[in-house]
């Protein structure tokens, strides 16, 4: 049985039925609804005497009614016959909304939560939306990979790392660079440079002594014996 069905059940009963309270309340409020409407009825002479006592009744029947509702918030009843009716009506109307306010406030929250169920559910993506954003996510990581700023982070070579050789410079001769196909270092690298710079100087020397054998060794003066 849910939530509703158990309210239109409650308030099926409450038709032919009422509780404890309910009907305490009724028979408290009507005591006093009979002095007031006997003082209303009286004549002149009776009914200054009567509506006394229909002031003096009102009074103590609230404290009774305090007695058997005490949550109720307006207990004082009225000595006027119109007014205490009109009392007795707001007062079983309390009552009868406090017995049913559990069950009300349990539909209102379902029925709250449902609502949100179902906004929520209408706000979920769809899968369109989700194929769209799986691809603009993977664009935006295409681009990061993409974008030359985010080697600056990198840190700098040791000295040892294998270095890229494949178009090695030309530096106008055919060296070990080209034959050897092993990675290379740095050190390697500074070490052919160091060795093929010494070989160039050793060569420009023989072709200098070619050229002009006089700036590489002056003439020797040989002795007249006497």
Known sequence: ??????????????????????????????????????????????????????????????????????????????????????????????????DMQPRTRLVAELERRLEQAERAESEKPSPEQVKALALRMAEQRERAAEDPTQDMNRPEPSGDEPLDLSEPEDLGESGPFEERSAPRTKADLLREIRQRADRRTGQQEAEQRQIDPWQVQPPQRRGHGR
Do not use: C, Y
């Not at 069905?5 to 409020?29: C, L, P, Y």
């Not at 005490?70 to 009552?95: G, H, V, Y």
């Open 1 to 98: 049985m849910d939530a509703r069905a158990d309210v239109r059940n409650r308030e099926e009963w409450w038709r032919s039925h009422g509780t404890e309270e309910f009907e305490a309340a009724k028979q408290i409020i009507d005591v006093a609804r009979a002095a007031s409407r006997e003082a209303r009825d009286a004549n002149v002479f009776k009914r200054g005497r009567l509506l006394r006592n229909a002031e003096q009744v009102a009074g103590e029947q609230s404290e009774k009614l305090r007695g058997a509702v005490p949550w109720l918030e307006d207990t004082d009843i009225p000595s006027d016959w119109d007014q205490a009716n009109r009392f007795r009506m707001r007062a079983t109307k309390a009552i009868h909304d406090h």
